[in-house]
T-cell receptor, first 114, second 113 residues
């Protein structure tokens, strides 16, 4: 079955450490996204990528970095520069064409800073 | 700038009662509109979408939504709520030809027996 996988489901990090969240899709979608979700704030866009080897900052990119070396993969690194990284992180992808506003979501990774 | 407002943070309904979740958007042209549902600790699942045409759209799980241009609204409805509908619901908007979705802050639905 096609879909988006995120790993791990739960992640714990010590302050000052970088950590990388995995996102893989087998939907053959060109565009991929990372969102951060905090209680009462909905989803906020961190980074997105429309094509391999290209990505753009979203609304809250500071303290995060991404890469897009393969169409299927869009890993997110939470760096030590991110002051409040504890949150639920969601990866999504979207098909080309008029439906590109429609996004398909992975199950999420919950990051906790200890 | 685009924005999406979901004025109800939390709604409680009895099982079997009807449901309406409100969504208002701010955008100059006709946007693409979406409703997503999220169970606790899970990703988002698309309930329904509006691109153009008939302003009443049907979705999965018995949900429907009506686009009202004059009110800039896209309210979600269900005639009879089931206990399994308890979740958080997000309205989202994107503009024609764009990739990005703008989300509302969500409405948490509680269903009581």
């Amino acid at each position: 079955d096609g879909g988006i996988t995120q790993s791990p489901k739960y992640l714990f990090r010590k302050e000052g450490q970088n950590v990388t969240l995995s996102c893989e899709q087998n939907l053959n979608h060109d565009a991929m996204y990372w969102y951060r979700q905090d209680p009462g704030q909905g989803l906020r866009l961190i980074y997105y990528s429309q094509i391999v080897n290209d990505f753009q900052k979203g609304d809250i990119a500071e303290g995060y970095s991404v890469s897009r070396e393969k169409k299927e993969s869009f890993p997110l690194t939470v760096t030590s520069a991110q002051k409040n990284p504890t949150a639920f992180y969601l990866c999504a992808s979207s098909p080309p064409g008029r439906e590109r506003g429609e996004q398909f979501f992975g199950p999420g990774t919950r990051l906790t800073v200890l | 700038a685009q924005s999406v407002t979901q004025p109800d943070i939390h709604i409680t309904v009895s099982e079997g009662a009807s449901l309406e979740l409100r969504c208002n958007y701010s955008y100059g042209a006709t946007p693409y509109l979406f409703w997503y549902v999220q169970s606790p600790g899970q990703g988002l699942q698309l309930l329904l979408k509006y691109f153009s045409g008939d302003t009443l759209v049907q979705g999965i799980k018995g949900f429907e939504a009506e686009f009202k241009r004059s009110q800039s609204s896209f309210n979600l409805r269900k005639p009879s709520v089931h206990w399994s509908d308890a979740a958080e619901y997000f309205c989202a908007v994107s503009q024609t030809g764009a990739n990005n979705l703008f989300f509302g802050t969500g409405t948490r639905l509680t269903v009581i027996p």
